[in-house]
């Protein structure tokens, strides 16, 4: 079993509407986790990260937490073309100095 | 300002030759990384060294070896390349709970 795992898509969602990413995670050591967004040819950055359950915002993005069920979400509001982008999930381990990504959801916006 | 820099950007090169990338980053962060990238975008930590000392080395042949000259630079030398060698490398530096990615070097091995 792979220790973050998210479906690789593509996702493919109308310019508009919202966009859900969904990850889970296997240990339950996990605490910290972080989307980032990678274009295509270009480096991942970061948009978002969460460590409590519950949710967290940012303009349209809006990051769920659920340690019970070792689950974390991104949902991208009011979509547009330019979130057109393969998102990583990662999770780091408490005390440990790497992070774990899953492989990654191609998500493309519809115009 | 590029916070973290890599060369060359590409690097196309023929089985078993030597090749090194280089890394730098000007943002003072003590811990910096080495990822690959494959074809299917898996992002997979290779090593990590936090101010010059080797923190993280995860499962990669021997054929790679990291060097920190000092904190602010990691470079990666990879002998014998091989085709499954073919893949992005990505450097990072971290500060607290972020990371922060370089460019990218895009290594094809032929």
């Known amino acids: 079993q792979k220790e973050v795992e998210q479906n690789s898509g593509p996702l493919s969602v109308p310019e508009g509407a919202i966009a859900s990413l969904n990850c889970t995670y296997s240990?339950?050591?996990?605490?910290?986790f972080f989307w980032y967004r990678q274009y295509s040819g270009k480096s991942p950055e970061l948009i978002m990260s969460i460590y409590s359950n519950g949710d967290k915002e940012d303009g349209r993005f809006t990051a769920q937490l659920n340690k019970a069920s070792q689950y974390v979400s991104l949902l991208i509001r009011d979509s547009q073309p330019s979130d057109s982008a393969t998102y990583l999930c990662?999770?780091?381990?408490?005390?440990?100095?790497?992070?774990?990504f899953g492989q990654g959801t191609r998500l493309t916006i519809n115009p | 300002d590029t916070a973290v820099s890599q060369t060359p950007k590409y690097l196309v090169t023929q089985m078993g030759n030597d090749k090194s990338i280089k890394c730098e980053q000007n943002?003072?962060?003590?811990?910096m990384y080495w990822y690959k990238q494959d074809s299917k975008k898996f992002l997979k930590i290779m090593f990590s060294?936090?101010?010059?000392?080797?923190?993280i080395n995860e499962t990669v042949p021997n054929r790679f070896s990291p060097k920190s000259p000092d904190k602010a630079h990691l470079n990666l030398h990879i002998n014998s390349l091989e085709l499954g060698d073919s893949a992005v490398y990505f450097c990072a530096s971290r500060n607290q709970e972020t990371q922060y990615f370089g460019p990218g070097t895009r290594l094809l091995v032929l």
């Open positions: 943002l003072g962060h003590d811990t």
């Open positions: 240990d339950r050591g996990s605490q910290s």
């Open positions: 990662a999770a780091r381990i408490q005390g440990a100095q790497k992070l774990v």
């Open positions: 060294y936090n101010n010059k000392e080797l923190i």
